[in-house]
């Protein structure tokens, strides 16, 4: 059974961080991209963050470039998002997601984490 399993969520101050983390278990997702994306109440899910197994670069959204760093441990098979600088309007549910790289170049999320809060306060 194939699992991702998001922790790390909370209650954070603006100017704090938190660092969420995704468990995956179940199968190996080397030929996939990982991704963290966040929804907001009353708003659509929205892209976070991608980084492939394998390496290569790491695409951010505008909103959190330079403020969220994501980071795979390969022999943890678990990606993390460290945020820093946080605003109250990065307050959303957080989901992890593994995406399987279709031939045209773009994206499809094959599986998905159950997501953790977070809320950052003014």
């Known amino acids: 059974q194939v699992q991702l399993v998001e922790s790390g969520g909370g209650l954070v101050q603006a100017g704090g961080s938190l660092r969420l983390s995704c468990a995956t278990s179940?199968?190996?997702?080397?030929?996939?991209?990982m991704g963290w994306f966040r929804q907001a109440p009353g708003k659509e899910r929205e892209f976070v963050a991608r980084?492939?197994?394998?390496?290569?670069?790491?695409y951010y959204a505008d909103s959190v470039r330079g403020r969220f760093t994501m980071s795979r441990d390969s022999a943890k098979n678990t990606v993390y998002l460290q945020m820093n600088s946080l605003k109250p309007e990065d307050t959303a549910v957080y989901y992890c997601?593994?995406?399987?790289?279709?031939?045209?170049?773009?994206?499809?999320?094959?599986?998905w984490g159950q997501g953790t809060q977070v809320t950052v306060s003014s």
């Open positions: 980084m492939s197994w394998s390496g290569g670069n790491t």
């Open positions: 997601a593994a995406n399987r790289i279709l031939a045209s170049g773009n994206y499809y999320p094959d599986y």
């Open positions: 179940g199968r190996t997702f080397s030929t996939y991209a």
